[in-house]
């Protein structure tokens, strides 16, 4: 039972400390170090560690060494590009896979309601959030565990890059995006669904970069 209890208290600190990093509470290299995080939360050292374990495998946390506090990285122009070398062939074979399958579409419909209903005084975090809700369920309704575990591996740095870059396409775009995207896929229409999801990630894309390299030009001056 203490076991149990233990994974529990785990599980809580790295969603509380997930979430305050993509909502912007916690700021770019800021050092996370575990007594810290342990005298701050009230956990074990050791329940501190594994959590910001975790979240350095997410990609929220970076850290040089293991006696070194791990930091919030500030994301760059370059980190962007790198990420979607991996993310675009990815998610394009995943509409290749999924396209005319009627059993895979339910939770990317619902992922699109709910973007297109979400409360415009929510968190940024909140909105990207359920953006990606609707690509990470075209992946899993692949049914592949290795597919989902590497697309997992990937969320955290798209999430916090999109949050980085305060990237905000609209939100009817980005529903209009999805729902013709969406469209595709039922029909079966692979060719359409690659050229559409194609079109949709290379502008998320464009924008962050374009965004972020903006940034580093200010700051650089």
Do not use: C, W
Not at 40 to 65: C, D, F, H, K, M
Not at 84 to 102: D, I, K, N, Q, Y
Not at 157 to 175: A, C, F, N, T
Not at 191 to 215: F, I, K, N, P, T
């Amino acid at each position: 039972m203490g076991r149990l209890e233990t994974i529990s208290v785990t599980t809580l600190l790295v969603d509380t400390l997930r979430a305050q990093i993509l909502d912007g509470k916690v700021e770019s290299g800021r050092g996370l170090a575990e007594n810290d995080v342990a005298a701050e939360y009230e956990v074990s050292r050791p329940t501190a560690r594994v959590a910001i374990t975790q979240l350095v495998q997410e990609g929220l946390l970076r850290r040089n060494g293991r006696q070194q506090p791990a930091r919030v990285p500030q994301l760059t122009a370059a980190d962007v590009e790198d990420l979607f070398v991996v993310r675009l062939p990815l998610e394009l074979e995943v509409v290749r896979l999924v396209a005319g399958r009627p059993d895979a579409h339910g939770r990317a419909a619902r992922a699109v309601d709910d973007l297109r209903a979400i409360d415009s005084g929510r968190p940024h975090s909140a909105f990207v959030e359920a953006d990606l809700r609707f690509h990470r369920a075209l992946v899993d309704a692949i049914g592949s565990p290795r597919m989902t575990s590497h697309y997992e591996r990937l969320s955290g740095e798209i999430h916090l890059s999109m949050v980085q870059s305060r990237l905000v396409l609209g939100r009817d775009r980005i529903v209009a995006e999805h729902s013709a995207i969406l469209a595709a896929i039922v029909a079966g229409d692979v060719a359409r669904a690659h050229e559409l999801m194609e079109s949709h990630l290379a502008g998320a894309r464009d924008a962050m970069v374009a965004s972020l390299g903006a940034d580093s030009l200010v700051s650089g001056q």
